[in-house]
């Protein structure tokens, strides 16, 4: 093993020598200092906290450092700066960059945080690598997220995940059961993504919005639903999700009637084995109920190196002080994203100075990011021709009924959009069979709260949302920008952006 290290650094080092000799222009030219920003949230209860990735962007800084030839000469000057999840985030870049723009910003992950930081950035042609910014909006290139590369697969590479199931196991309808916060509203993106292939596919689709903040959960009214849909597809919390699957387990559905699934995609701790207990009376029915549950959930991949890269990471955050997760949680889809980030920009970069631009080509060398794989931290990163992370998905069932424990089934694989079954799986669980009637009368078809215009919503509100903020930043500071031209348009669009907001709030309404 050591020889043949040896011998394999001795051949990279003949490589970069002749590589000296041979472009001797080349590498004397790459001596390059790299402003990167890094917007993300101070606060640790994010997976993606300031705390928890700086350990990985530290790490890739070293590992080019140290990488005798293509980056060694790249020099990145990082700075961090609060996201917060909301405003903050736009604040902070334009304060920023009033002094000095960065060549690269790093994050946000939040969705409404990361729509202002990258159409600004965007409008600067500064690029954009976020783990983040999931939401289906972003996947439109075209204008104002032209800057953007997203190296964590989004929610639309997740759905392909539910649509190759429904292709393979021949299924018709779905109910989306989701608890949405009105404000970081994850689980609302998370299941648009779903909502917006299925949807292209003329699947039948039913939509159970819940606000557990707000009122308590009526069950017996989503259990109303699930007599109509084969599949029910949920996010929501760990608690939520018990009660439905309680509910539904005394009323039958869990015998094969129904396929249910809930997306946990990066918090590992919180499903899995174990995760129907609680320790009250209901624990020996909610083992049974959750027989009948599949969690769908990121593919982790593991290599060699992905080893000593969580060890550094796990002992930076807790050195930080950032405790309160279970020891895989440290080390999270984020944290590896950013990691990856900065390598795949470093390799763009390459490219582009070869070609004769600089870091200050933005276009450029986001495109370079683009249509490629490299090899990132726990594996193969393929970026697609929309500069989108292809995704792997995982799904896990209970395969041990008397232990309660749960085991990956399935997997789905979106570079070729396969699935692979493993050992785990029974066909059986996934058929449906003795489809009952509804004894409940028809209700009004209410699928309509995530259609095409509650998703323009987001991008208006979100595209008013900034507009505002920058005019109203900008009037703050006295800078002179007229935005006079554009006041009648956005007129209209708050016109349009409350009507949307008022949609959302009476399907809501109906449904409950
Ligand atoms: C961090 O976020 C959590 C959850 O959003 C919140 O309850 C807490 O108050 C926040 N802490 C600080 C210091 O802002
Ligand atoms: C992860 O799941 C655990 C267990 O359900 C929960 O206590 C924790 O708050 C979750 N973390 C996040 C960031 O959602
Ligand atoms: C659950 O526990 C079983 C047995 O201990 C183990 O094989 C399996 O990998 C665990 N599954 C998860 C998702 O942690
Ligand atoms: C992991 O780290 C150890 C010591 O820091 C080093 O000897 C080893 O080569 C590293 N392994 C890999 C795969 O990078
Ligand atoms: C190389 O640079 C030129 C001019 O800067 C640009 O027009 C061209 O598109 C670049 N090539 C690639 C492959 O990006
Ligand atoms: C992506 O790259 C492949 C070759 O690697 C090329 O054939 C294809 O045209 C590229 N697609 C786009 C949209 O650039
Ligand atoms: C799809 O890709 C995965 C991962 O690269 C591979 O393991 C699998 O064999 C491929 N499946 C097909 C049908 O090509």
Same mark, same amino acid.
């Given at each position: 093993?050591?020889?043949?290290?040896?011998?394999?650094?001795?051949?990279?080092?003949?490589?970069?020598?002749?590589?000296?000799?041979?472009?001797?222009?080349? *590498?004397?030219?790459?001596?390059?200092?790299?402003?990167?920003?890094?917007?993300?949230?101070?606060?640790?209860?994010?997976?993606?906290?300031?705390?928890?990735?700086?350990?990985?962007?530290?790490?890739?800084?070293?590992?080019?450092?140290?990488?005798?030839?293509?980056?060694?000469?790249?020099?990145? /000057?990082?700075?961090?700066?609060?996201?917060?999840?909301?405003?903050?985030?736009?604040?902070?870049?334009?304060?920023?960059?009033?002094?000095?723009?960065?060549?690269?910003?790093?994050?946000?992950?939040?969705?409404?945080?990361?729509?202002?930081?990258?159409?600004?950035?965007?409008?600067?042609?500064?690029?954009?690598?976020?783990?983040?910014?999931?939401?289906?909006?972003?996947? /439109?290139?075209?204008?104002?997220?032209?800057?953007?590369?997203?190296?964590?697969?989004?929610?639309?590479?997740?759905?392909?995940?539910?649509?190759?199931?429904?292709?393979?196991?021949?299924?018709?309808?779905?109910?989306?059961?989701?608890?949405?916060?009105?404000?970081?509203?994850?689980?609302?993106?998370?299941?648009?993504?779903?909502?917006?292939?299925?949807?292209?596919?003329?699947?039948?689709?039913?939509? %159970?919005?819940?606000?557990?903040?707000?009122?308590?959960?009526?069950?017996?009214?989503?259990?109303?639903?699930?007599?109509?849909?084969?599949?029910?597809?949920?996010?929501?919390?760990?608690?939520?999700?018990?009660?439905?699957?309680?509910?539904?387990?005394?009323?039958?559905?869990?015998?094969?009637?129904?396929?249910?699934?809930?997306?946990?995609?990066?918090?590992?701790?919180?499903?899995?084995?174990?995760?129907?207990?609680?320790?009250?009376?209901?624990?020996?029915?909610?083992?049974?109920?959750?027989?009948?549950?599949?969690?769908?959930?990121?593919?982790?991949?593991?290599?060699?190196?992905?080893?000593?890269?969580?060890?550094?990471?796990?002992?930076?955050?807790?050195?930080?002080?950032?405790?309160?997760?279970?020891?895989?949680?440290?080390? /999270?889809?984020?944290?590896?994203?950013?990691?990856?980030?900065?390598?795949?920009?470093?390799?763009?970069?390459?490219?582009?100075?070869?070609?004769?631009?600089?870091?200050?080509?933005?276009?450029?060398?986001?495109?370079?990011?683009?249509?490629?794989?490299?090899?990132?931290?726990?594996?193969?990163?393929?970026?697609?021709?929309?500069?989108?992370?292809?995704?792997?998905?995982?799904?896990?069932?209970?395969?041990?009924?008397?232990?309660?424990?749960?085991?990956?089934?399935?997997?789905?694989?979106?570079?070729?959009?396969?699935?692979?079954?493993?050992?785990?799986?029974?066909?059986?669980?996934?058929?449906?069979?003795?489809?009952?009637?509804?004894?409940?009368?028809?209700?009004?078809?209410?699928?309509?709260?995530?259609?095409?215009?509650?998703?323009?919503?987001?991008?208006?509100?979100?595209?008013?949302?900034?507009?505002?903020?920058?005019?109203?930043?900008?009037?703050?500071?006295?800078?002179?920008? *007229?935005?006079?031209?554009?006041?009648?348009?956005?007129?209209?669009?708050?016109?349009?952006?409350?009507?949307?907001?008022?949609?959302?709030?009476?399907?809501? %309404?109906?449904?409950?």
């Amino acid at each position: 093993m050591s020889f043949l290290s040896a011998n394999l650094s001795c051949l990279l080092q003949c490589c970069v020598y002749v590589s000296l000799l041979l472009l001797p222009v080349w *590498t004397s030219a790459i001596n390059e200092d790299i402003d990167v920003l890094v917007i993300l949230p101070k606060n640790n209860s994010y997976l993606f906290s300031i705390s928890r990735v700086t350990p990985a962007i530290e790490y890739a800084r070293r590992k080019m450092r140290s990488d005798v030839g293509l980056y060694s000469g790249f020099n990145f /000057n990082v700075h961090y700066d609060n996201s917060d999840c909301g405003n903050e985030a736009l604040f902070n870049l334009v304060d920023r960059s009033c002094k000095k723009k960065p060549d690269l910003i790093l994050g946000p992950v939040c969705e409404y945080a990361a729509a202002q930081v990258v159409r600004m950035a965007s409008h600067w042609n500064i690029p954009v690598i976020s783990a983040g910014a999931l939401a289906t909006g972003f996947s /439109n290139k075209e204008k104002e997220y032209s800057h953007l590369t997203r190296v964590a697969p989004s929610y639309l590479k997740m759905a392909e995940t539910f649509s190759a199931m429904f292709h393979h196991f021949g299924w018709k309808t779905a109910l989306f059961i989701f608890d949405d916060d009105k404000e970081e509203r994850n689980c609302y993106f998370t299941l648009e993504g779903v909502h917006n292939i299925l949807h292209s596919e003329d699947y039948k689709i039913d939509i %159970f919005e819940i606000h557990p903040k707000d009122y308590r959960v009526d069950i017996e009214e989503i259990i109303k639903y699930t007599y109509e849909s084969e599949v029910i597809i949920m996010c929501a919390g760990a608690n939520v999700i018990r009660d439905i699957m309680l509910a539904a387990h005394r009323r039958m559905f869990t015998s094969g009637t129904n396929v249910f699934f809930n997306i946990e995609l990066f918090n590992s701790s919180s499903y899995g084995n174990g995760s129907w207990k609680r320790g009250d009376k209901y624990d020996a029915e909610a083992k049974q109920a959750y027989a009948a549950l599949n969690t769908v959930t990121l593919l982790r991949s593991v290599k060699e190196e992905f080893e000593n890269f969580s060890v550094e990471v796990k002992k930076a955050t807790q050195k930080a002080g950032v405790y309160g997760y279970e020891d895989g949680d440290n080390v /999270n889809v984020f944290v590896e994203g950013f990691h990856d980030a900065l390598l795949l920009y470093a390799l763009a970069l390459g490219e582009v100075m070869k070609n004769g631009s600089n870091k200050k080509d933005g276009a450029q060398i986001t495109h370079r990011m683009w249509n490629r794989s490299f090899e990132g931290i726990a594996g193969q990163v393929s970026i697609d021709a929309n500069g989108d992370r292809s995704g792997d998905f995982s799904v896990m069932a209970m395969t041990d009924h008397e232990a309660g424990t749960f085991e990956v089934v399935m997997n789905y694989f979106g570079i070729n959009g396969s699935i692979q079954v493993l050992p785990g799986f029974s066909r059986e669980r996934f058929t449906l069979k003795d489809r009952h009637r509804n004894p409940f009368p028809e209700h009004p078809n209410k699928s309509c709260g995530l259609g095409v215009s509650a998703v323009t919503g987001i991008i208006v509100g979100a595209l008013l949302g900034t507009a505002m903020l920058i005019s109203f930043y900008f009037f703050r500071k006295n800078y002179r920008i *007229t935005i006079e031209r554009r006041t009648q348009r956005e007129d209209c669009n708050i016109g349009k952006h409350r009507q949307l907001r008022e949609d959302s709030i009476r399907s809501n %309404f109906s449904a409950a």
